[in-house]
């Protein structure tokens, strides 16, 4: 079964980089038809989907988002990276790496849920000075 860790510093100064890890277990990032995601959840408001990087090693991210973002992995240690440059308060959230199927990108783009896919457990990111 695929199990997802997210990990990186739980505060960053407004204007800095937000820079977290997402460690997989028992999948392979190269597992044809399967994307991961970031996503995040502000407080007090809904799931939003940051972007993916797909097997094939494309990545996507949501327009809203796309000038600040970048998804990368390392195969070798089983690991995809979210970066966020230019934080600011409003970036404070709990942010989860997500890895769903194929029949399944769409809907995680446009109303992620926690039921599809597998998850981990997220983490706190506050952004303050």
């Known amino acids: 079964q695929v199990q997802l860790q997210e990990s990186g510093p739980g505060l960053v100064e407004p204007s800095q980089t937000l820079s977290l890890t997402c460690t997989v277990s028992g999948g392979s990032f190269t597992t044809t038809a399967y994307y991961w995601n970031w996503i995040r959840q502000p407080p007090g408001k809904g799931l939003e989907w940051i972007g993916y990087i797909a097997y094939s090693g494309s990545t996507y991210y949501n327009p809203s988002l796309k000038s600040r973002t970048s998804i990368s992995r390392d195969t070798s240690k089983n690991q995809f990276t979210l970066h966020l440059s230019s934080v600011t308060p409003a970036d404070t959230a709990v942010y989860y790496c997500?890895?769903?199927?194929?029949?399944?990108?769409?809907?995680?783009?446009?109303?992620?849920?926690?039921?599809?896919?597998?998850w981990g457990q997220g983490t706190q990111v506050t952004v303050s000075s």
């Open positions: 997500a890895r769903v199927h194929v029949s399944e990108i769409a809907a995680m783009r446009s109303h992620p849920t926690k039921t599809t896919g597998y």
